[in-house]
């Protein structure tokens, strides 16, 4: 079956850089457009970041600029780097994978288990 498995979070200062990657099994990778989502306490999920299949990107406007989401096919894996990090970046960051090109979560087929990353000021 699908699995996508988060990795690379953890705790940064305000201003640091982390990076979090995404490894999928089970699926064609390279067919599907891939993206990272967070979700904070009693907050609904919010898109951060896409990539399509052709290597377009979308970035959520507080994230551009700071964050870069890149894809590698011949590892099966995404990730998303982040720099100049902020306390409001604190959240549970989910990968997920869509058969469509799409930012909106409700086009999202299969969901990561999500990986915490913490700003501290």
């Known amino acids: 079956q699908v699995q996508l498995v988060e990795s690379g979070g953890g705790m940064v200062q305000t201003g640091g850089s982390l990076r979090v990657s995404c490894a999928a099994f089970?699926?064609?990778?390279?067919?599907?457009?891939m993206g990272w989502f967070r979700q904070t306490p009693g907050q609904e999920r919010e898109f951060v970041a896409a990539?399509?299949?052709?290597?377009?990107?979308w970035y959520a406007d507080s994230v551009k600029g700071r964050f870069t989401i890149s894809r590698d096919n011949a590892k099966n894996t995404v990730y998303l780097q982040m720099h100049s990090l902020k306390p409001e970046d604190t959240a549970v960051y989910y990968c997920?994978?869509?058969?469509?090109?799409?930012?909106?979560?409700?086009?999202?087929?299969?969901w990561g288990q999500g990986t915490q990353v913490t700003v501290s000021s």
């Open positions: 997920a994978a869509a058969w469509v090109t799409s930012t909106r979560l409700e086009d999202y087929n299969y």
């Open positions: 089970g699926l064609t990778f390279s067919s599907y457009c």
């Open positions: 990539i399509s299949t052709s290597l377009n990107t």
